[in-house]
């Protein structure tokens, strides 16, 4: 109808490069049909004027008419242009082209997964070594200070130690052995441990690792960035204790000399967890297993290790 337009035809990227291709051969194979004929016109031209005009008849190059060799490098001329047109543009053409790029890139892939896992295998060593450096700046800070680097810790069979920063049982005799081991003495803990306190424990000095720069703390609690400054810090006591969370615990599992574990006979769901107790590290010292009753809902056993 009136007014309303026609819908213009669409052409693919690849159809038009096909079409392109073909117009671009038939040129070509028609630039090849005339360089024919022209070489035939020429060449007849050559023989006449040589022959029956006798235009440089008396032109010779080693011995040889100079014509002879004009129908040569015409020949010359006429054979590349055939061997371009059907030879060149089969072997050498698109098709090749692209196998050549796909070889390219193929090889550009293989150097770039040689070199990504050259560089994963270095970046694996470098955090190998960091940690190794800290471990052993930790194990030297507490041979100089002549300490007994203990971990306290309360866990489930699975492992469990808390969820939601908070602990999952209560167990009455537990909280009693903890105040009696840790009583006078340096407590290390994460800041979310300090947090989960209602307030600081007494007769205990606190020493919160945090990365915080700005953390505010009450008066008489020490302020660490790592583990190793936690130990420094505690070099005036003889058996510090790190009491959480997972990750602190994670860390001075490398350092410490014993571990004071309640197991909690129980699996539990839980988000933070106490790593395993490598039994070919640590050695089994005392073992004192504690029955369910109306204080204690779950059966446990007061377990120590000491470091082999």
Known sequence: MFGKKRPTPQIDKDQLELIENAQKRIRQKKGLYIHFVIFL???????????????GKEVTFFGKEWFLYAILAWSFFFVYHLITVFVTHKFMGKAWEKEQLEKLVAKQQVRIEALKSTLDKEEKLIVKSEVFKSEQKVKEA???????LTVIVAAAENDA????????????DDLKRFKSLTNGHHIIMGRKTFESFPKPLPNRTHVVITRQTDYKAPEGVILVNSLEEAIEASKSDVQ???????????????VADKIELTRVHESFDA????????????????????NKDDKHDYEFTFLTYERK
């Open 41 to 55: 016109l020429g060449a007849v031209f050559l023989i006449i004027a040589n022959t029956v005009l006798g235009i």
């Open 142 to 148: 507490i041979s100089t200070g002549n300490q007994e």
């Open 161 to 172: 130690i808390g969820k939601g920063n908070k602990l999952i049982w209560h167990l009455s």
């Open 240 to 254: 510090p204790y790190i009491i959480g969370g997972g990750e602190i615990y994670k860390q001075a599992m490398a």
């Open 271 to 290: 988000d933070t967890f106490f790593p395993e107790v490598d039994t070919s590290i640590w050695k089994e010292t005392a073992h004192k297993f504690h």
